[in-house]
């Protein structure tokens, strides 16, 4: 547990870096993805998933966005940032993928239906939400393949080669 960059591995040491949900949390993400660099072998990939700033859930639920969970997310990226960040740090041959599922709309909802009603407990009604995610898994599918098709999807991965 701890920082990447308070770790002492060998330079050019590991074929790949993954960092799922990672990168968001990291005070500095520059000097880890630095070190990251420094620690993949040559043509090393680096992995990442984060959330994706720029997405329609993000608009349409606002100051409820489940991504916000400020202090946890120290970061918020869209596509377009983090490559940037990524070139900065030494990583080329960038190319993202947008994530096609609804996962955490359920929670889109129940932070704005708890900021409109905070006093109602009538939202204990909803359950927990990982019992609504089969709904937003796959009934509702389709919306999410249409906001990844258009690049606004609530999540992507970004694939970089040293």
Not at 17 to 45: N, Q, Y
């Amino acid at each position: 547990c701890g920082e990447i960059v308070n770790t002492s591995f060998p330079d050019n040491f590991f074929d790949a870096v993954t960092m799922h949900a990672v990168l968001e949390h990291i005070s500095e993400p520059i000097d880890a993805l630095k070190e990251v660099h420094r620690i993949l072998k040559e043509k090393g990939e680096l992995i990442i998933s984060v959330p994706n700033i720029w997405n329609w859930e993000r608009i349409l639920f606002g100051k409820f966005w489940w991504a916000w969970d400020i202090p946890r997310h120290l970061w918020h990226f869209s596509p377009v940032s983090l490559k940037r960040l990524l070139k900065k740090a030494g990583f080329g041959d960038i190319s993202i993928r947008q994530k096609a599922d609804m996962y955490d709309f359920p929670g889109n909802v129940k932070n704005m239906l708890k900021g409109i009603f905070p006093q109602q407990t009538f939202l204990n009604i909803l359950g927990e939400q990982d019992k609504l995610r089969f709904v937003t898994k796959y009934l509702m599918m389709p919306i999410g393949v249409i906001g990844a098709l258009l690049g606004v999807s609530e999540q992507f991965v970004i694939f970089a080669r040293k």
